[in-house]
């Protein structure tokens, strides 16, 4: 009688740490530590530099990539399209002052061109053989402006009035959205849900705005960031922004909170951020 | 708040230490570039 009421206990105790065991594991992989390991894949472990596209004399401002894959450049006086793989060339053209930005949409590349106190929005085919004028801004000062532009409609920054200028991809001016609490506004990017990232170098943060004209602000993330320039969001929404100082890489979850920054660089190459 | 950088050490080439002024970012796959003014556009490769 004794031995069976001891088996009873010790199968009921083990049928009770059973369930917490699996409870447990159950909330580890569905619970918040799925958003965790999500962004463990999305932190680097080693950036090694492979390649490096210089031009003596020429400033670099922007960079983006292509449908095909070919990286496209903004400088001061060119816009290249090069080969990465094969480290070649495939288009170049002249132009007057600099281009800050430089974005694909469609058949066609985007450029912000600032010459004088002007911001002018061009348009290239692929082939950068043939550009006309979208729109041009004028502007009180040489600032720099980065663009965006996503299917029908246009972005451009402007620090000097704090805001952002959206225009139709055929150059009809559509609203501007004062951006709250912004300083100088730099980068920026549109997104799906009819949002805008925006960098601020001189606010030292990056915002997720909405569009509509309200100018609302979604999330805005400042820890720890200083001199935020450009910024991309990769195919799981993470957001990887870049600093004006060169010393770091800010990586920001889709909810806007700050992952990462490679801030202590030693010698051996080696970081503990 | 998740704050992975706090206790992930990572390895990174003394090349971007190196790097200043960047004005520019794009994340494909596995590459990273970077914008980097006079010193021209950099290409790193990224693990995981």
Known sequence: MLLFVSRRIINYTYRISTTCRRQVKKNTVVGEFSSVSMAHKMVPSLITCNSLLKTEGKYYYSVNLSADGHVICGMNGKVKVWDAEKSDIKYSTRVEGHMHDIKENGDHLYGALQHDDQLTVVRYDRQLTNRDTVVSIPYKTNQLSQIDVRYREIVVTDWDNELIKLYSSDGE????????????????????????????????????????????????????????????VNEWGFIFVSCYTGDKIYLLSPQGNCLITHCQLTKTGCVTA | MIVLGDRLPDLMSDELRRTDTVYDIIVSGSHLYLVCGDKGMKCFTISY
């Open chain 1, 173 to 232: 001016f559509v609203r501007d959205v004062q951006l709250k609490d912004a300083k100088q506004p730099y980068g920026v990017r549109l997104m799906k849900d009819d949002c805008v990232l925006v960098s601020d170098w001189e606010a030292d943060s990056v915002t997720k705005y909405k569009t509509d004209g309200s100018g609302e602000i979604v999330w805005r993330c400042d820890d720890r960031l200083r001199y935020p320039t450009g910024l991309c």
